[in-house]
Nanobody, 127 residues
């Protein structure tokens, strides 16, 4: 069983940067498509970024493209989300997730089944 633990959230100001970490245990994260989701109060959960494990494809949500970067350190069994130029609308709980699936088309990553989830980390961006 794959366990995921997020860290790195906090309170920052508009324009700041923040790096989230997702430490995997139990199994190696290199065998999964790894993703970051977020959910703001009163809004649906959305896929922010994902990294395919066989294709190497990456997906970014429209609202974060060009500002967020997902990366993997397989030696540390850790996935990161580097967030730059943060905006108040980025305020949300950020969740790390893993899927057994992958896709040759990154646009299909939102449709994958994500079987494993972390507990989430809060990111708050003040204006």
């Amino acid at each position: 069983q794959l366990q995921l633990v997020e860290s790195g959230g906090g309170l920052v100001q508009t324009g700041d940067s923040l790096k989230l970490s997702c430490a995997a245990s139990g199994r190696t994260s290199s065998r999964y498509t790894m993703a970051w989701f977020r959910q703001a109060p009163g809004k649906e959960r959305e896929l922010v970024a994902a990294s395919g494990f066989t294709t190497g494809n990456t997906y970014y949500g429209t609202s974060v493209k060009g500002r967020f970067t997902i990366s993997r350190d397989n030696a540390r069994n850790t996935v990161y989300l580097q967030m730059a130029t943060l905006k108040p609308e980025d305020t949300a709980i950020y969740y790390c997730a893993a899927s057994n699936g992958d896709s040759a088309m990154a646009s299909l990553f939102p449709g994958l089944t994500y079987d494993y989830w972390g507990q989430g980390t809060q990111v708050t961006v003040s204006s």
